[in-house]
């Protein structure tokens, strides 16, 4: 039997902790349509050739990066996240397929549809204009290469600089991004660093030819409290040091506080609702994100979790992206859901000017 009864108050599903650092960016909830995006990716749909027949793993997804902004994108394992920012650097691999939309990087020269490029035009875009900090730094960097090597190869081959001349740089970005005794460690290889270094040494790699956009998919995973800190303040740092853009990946809520300006979260390949960080993190729209931070750990400290002393888990599993739902596809696991939450597909609609969720009960918000 479908549920009918009405949203819970938005404020016992967050940490004093979190909230506090949403509400820290809640002056950027102004518009930022006054400047021009970096890259825009519209209506981007991907699917994968399987055994099963063809799968969508993203569908019909949008949103803008802008210069010196940060942009989460937040889900759970498997909502399509990495593909989305796989998709953007032209790295699917064979078995993926971008069935439909673009993706628009402003150029000097004018805007470029990132689809309608040959594979060697991308190559010149990816480490010089997009730049990419990969899950985990020690399947991604070349052991046999050293470090120093991995970070000089984007300065020589995208702004021609001579051995010498890449080696002096590469140790001062191994200087930037806080690894001690550079001119030692430059000719170090990845095994011979920690989890946190490795990490680092990725973001040197990123940040190597100043891109206008990093996208940074889960940089903490795996990584502990204290060095995950490290990472994300570098990040800052160097955003306001750079201007660039960046899409910050994670399943982790409670690192979006500390990173991102605005939020997009993920399900099943769809963006279930965007919005600032400040208003998703204190006001979710959308059942799935309000589920999603009330499976955060209660904190006992914060006057919004006081009431909550267990973990509250999301009901079910994730669908089944070759076996869709007919309309919402959290509408199998969502504890407010109705009938005609399985009549049809659902849009994104505005619920007020720069947020969007994608649900039919959005006229019962409080």
Known sequence: ????????????MTAAAIMEAGARRVELNRSETAAAPVLSVSNLSVAFETERGRVAAVRDVSFNLYAGRTLALVGESGSGKSVTSLSIMRLLGSAGVIAAGSITLATPTGPQDLLRLREREMRGIRGRSISMIFQEPMTSLNPVLTVGHQIAEP???????SRRQARKAAMALLDRVGIPGSARRVDSYAHEFSGGMRQRVMIAIALACRPLVMIADEPTTALDVT?????????RELQRETGMAVLFVTHNVGVVAAIADRTAVMYAGELMEVATTAQILSSPAHPYTRTLLASLPPDIDSPFDRERQRLVPISGQPVDLAALPPGCSFSPRCPWSLRACDASLIPLAQVVPGRAARCVRIGDLR
């Open 227 to 235: 060095v995950q800190a490290q990472i994300l303040e570098l990040i």
């Open 155 to 161: 300065l020589r081959s995208h702004l021609r600089l």
């Open 1 to 12: 039997m479908r549920s009918t009864r009405s949203w819970p108050a938005g404020d016992e």
